[in-house]
């Protein structure tokens, strides 16, 4: 009597690992590594334009002027924030730093937020209007689930894109169009 073996043989345990493989060959291909990086990147540059958007407005409600301007009537604009002209958070030009620093001064942002946003900054672009007490923080996705989302429907001073520009917005089949996803 043959005494019973219990295990796999060499050939049955390599069969097993060629179907493993293909199963997870197949399942790359079908997530796209890619877009799951850019989807990862635009998640994160929009928490990051959302927490600015959302310290501006704290910090208007503790000093009744946004933190561009020297005082509540803005007639001396700290740094060149403006209904037509969007600023990037890094633009050494407009000051935005400033901007950034008076807001953390207040408490609305940690110290080292310029650290922890890191480049994303220099993708999200800010308009705003002390008089309409009004902001908005806007950044281009390059993820197409982000380029599809019906808030991607504004060029980059948050002003509707499709507003007799011919631009249509949302668009992800083009990574070329000027759409942008805005907080307000």
């Given at each position: ?12 345990l390599l069969i097993v690992i ?28 929009r928490n990051t334009a959302n927490e600015f ?132």
């Amino acid at each position: 009597m043959k005494k019973g073996s219990f295990g796999f043989t060499l050939i049955e345990l390599l069969i097993v690992i060629a179907l493993l493989g293909a199963l997870a060959i197949g399942l790359l291909a079908a997530l796209d590594p890619f877009e799951q990086l850019k989807k990862g990147t635009d998640t994160g540059t929009r928490n990051t334009a959302n927490e600015f958007h959302g310290s501006v407005i704290r910090y208007y409600a503790i000093k009744s002027q946004m933190p561009w301007c020297a005082d509540a009537t803005c007639t001396t604009v700290l740094n060149s924030v403006s209904d037509t002209t969007p600023v990037t958070l890094t633009s050494a030009t407009s000051g935005t730093p400033n901007t950034i620093q008076n807001v953390v001064d207040t408490g609305e942002l940690k110290k080292d937020f310029v650290n922890l946003a890191g480049g994303q900054l220099a993708n999200i672009w800010i308009t705003g209007d002390n008089n309409t007490q009004t902001i908005r923080v806007c950044f281009k996705p390059t993820a197409k689930s982000f380029r599809a989302d019906p808030n991607t429907k504004y060029d980059k001073n948050g002003v509707l894109a499709s507003a007799g520009t011919g631009i249509t917005c949302p668009d992800a089949a083009n990574a070329a169009a000027e759409c942008y996803y805005c907080i307000q």
